[in-house]
Every structure is written in C-alpha cells, then in structure tokens.
C-alpha cells in the first residue's frame, strides 16, 4: 500500500490563517513539504478551506494554484461551518453570502478539473488513483476501527467513542460511549454517506445489504 501523508494547511493566505488562530505560516508549510521530500515520501494530502467573510476569489484561486504548484496528489477542500461552541462561534464570525460561497464552489470544482484532479466525493479531489482508501470506507459505510483516545469506530451496528481519559485507557476501559443503531438507521446512514460520492450509490450490494 501507497503511503500517503496528510498536511492541515487550510490556506496559504497568513490572513486567513491568523483568522482561523493557526499558528503555523507559509514557512513551516514550506520546510514540511521539503522534509516529505528529504525522506522520498511523493504521496501527500492537504486539506483546505472556503467561505470565509474576508475571502475573495483571487485568494482561493491563489490557494488551489499553489496546491497544484506543490504537486499535491489529493486534496481535501471544505466549506467553513462555524459552530456555537467554537471560539469563531463565540466571536460571531459570518461566514461569507450563500450565493459567494456557491460560487467559490464552482470555482474549485472546474479549476481542480482543469488541473487533471478528478472530483471523487462532496470535498475531495485527488490525481488518477490517488483516492483515500480510508475515508472510502466511511463513504461506503463499512466497518472500521478506532484506536487510541477520542477515536470512533463502527463495527456491525455498534458506532464507539473511545474515552479521552489517559489512566483510563491504559487500564483497558478504552470505549466511553457506544450507539447501537437500529436496522432504519443503518438504511439512512448508508444512503447519507453514499450520497457524498460521485459515483453514488451502489444499489446492488445496498439491497443485499438491507433487503
């Protein structure tokens, strides 16, 4: 199997970044990547961000082209969602017109086309062959594991949140909250994540799954 590093950039733009309360700059970016390549490591992921108030077209597109520049062989490009809890939450950050953001959308849809990444779900795009085997198998709501503290897992009709405490999980008490979900469940949730891919459904091995 292909090694594959992910890289939580989110933006090139140091304004953007300082919005977000990152504390890393395009320096550090750089030195990573020149370290992935020290170490021979070709196969990297990076995840980035749209629909910030502040962010116009020109910045975003200076984003992706960098990305391309960087011959980045997958990335993972998310729309802002700003929760209460959160400290954007908590400051009242807006979030960019519905209408600006749609459009950014597009933009990252054709430009990342036009630059030989194919578009495979809602927010990944990624170079022929590149696709995230691990994130497919949530998207084709198959069993995983989760390990170490705070990991979820889902394996059969149980979904897991492994504790947070350290003591705890040395101890062996590694769950601390399990769902068992119903057959109505598994129907929904196999659908919502399916509905994410390009390719969707298959309709096949979901009435073999569910009847």
Not at 11 to 19: D, K, M, Q, R, V
Not at 136 to 155: N, Q, R, T, V
Not at 189 to 210: P, Q, S, T
Request: proline share 0%; net charge negative; charged share 25%.
């Amino acid at each position: 199997m292909r090694s594959r590093r992910l890289i939580g950039i989110q933006s090139f733009n140091e304004g953007l970044l300082n919005e977000m309360g990152r504390s890393h700059n395009n320096l550090d970016t750089i030195n990573t990547m020149y370290y992935l390549d020290k170490v021979g490591i070709k196969n990297r992921s990076i995840d980035l961000m749209y629909g910030f108030k502040s962010q116009t077209m020109e910045m975003l597109e200076n984003d992706l082209q960098t990305a391309v520049n960087m011959d980045i062989t997958h990335i993972s490009i998310y729309e802002l969602e700003v929760h209460p809890d959160t400290i954007l939450g908590m400051k009242g950050y807006q979030l960019a017109a519905d209408e600006i953001r749609y459009q950014m959308y597009c933009r990252i849809r054709n430009f990342l086309n036009e630059h030989s990444y194919r578009q495979y779900e809602v927010s990944n795009f990624c170079l022929a062959h590149h696709e995230s085997r691990h994130n497919m198998i949530y998207w084709h709501y198959e069993d995983y594991y989760g390990a170490g503290l705070a990991a979820s897992g889902k394996i059969g009709n149980e979904r897991y949140d492994n504790t947070r405490n350290f003591v705890e999980y040395l101890k062996g008490n590694h769950r601390d909250n399990v769902v068992r979900l119903g057959r109505e469940d598994l129907r929904f949730e196999a659908i919502m994540m399916g509905l994410r891919l390009i390719e969707g459904i298959n309709i096949a091995k979901y009435d073999e799954r569910y009847g």
